[in-house]
């Protein structure tokens, strides 16, 4: 296939470069070239074509021939039911959520306290060079 595509890329700029040299039995020859490859390629295609339901049939035969009966299914495993929740165990899930929340907001406020110290170090710094503090002044 490969070849095929090389050869008819190589056939066309044959032709093209005829053409413009005005070879005119070049540009013939490039052209018969190109049409007899895909002529080929036409009857090789329904070569394979007309060929494929023998083989599919064969096929299909052979596989009849060697079909093994199906494996009997396995039995279904066993379904679990675990126990039903007590209050113990809601409590539990409870505790340990509130605890999570209440270490992320721990970490919010640590970080919001860090950020201010910084603010006010940063204005505290503008103030003893003598800038002024306003509103648009404060990044």
């Keep these: 296939m490969l070849t095929g595509v090389a050869l008819s890329a190589a056939m066309t700029a044959v032709a093209v470069v005829a053409a413009m040299l005005q070879w005119w039995w070049l540009l013939t020859l490039a052209a018969m070239v190109l049409l007899s490859g895909a002529f080929l390629f036409a009857l090789d295609a ?14 299909a035969r052979r596989t ?7 494996k009997p299914p396995k039995p ?21 959520l509130q605890a999570q929340y209440i270490g992320r907001l721990d970490r919010l406020q640590t970080s919001i306290e860090h950020e201010l110290e910084l603010l006010r170090a940063h204005s505290a710094e503008r103030d003893e060079r003598g800038e002024a503090t306003t509103d648009a ?3």
Excluded at 64 to 70: G, I, Q, R, T
Excluded at 76 to 92: K, N, R, S, Y
Aim: aromatic content about 2%; hydrophobic content about 45%.
């Design 137 to 139: 002044n404060v990044p």
């Design 46 to 59: 329904d070569r394979r074509v007309r060929s494929l339901p023998t083989w599919a049939t064969e096929l």
């Design 64 to 70: 009849v021939a060697s079909h093994k009966p199906p």
């Design 76 to 96: 279904p495993a066993p379904v679990v039911v675990a126990a039903p929740a007590t209050e113990q165990d809601v409590l539990g899930a409870v505790r340990v």
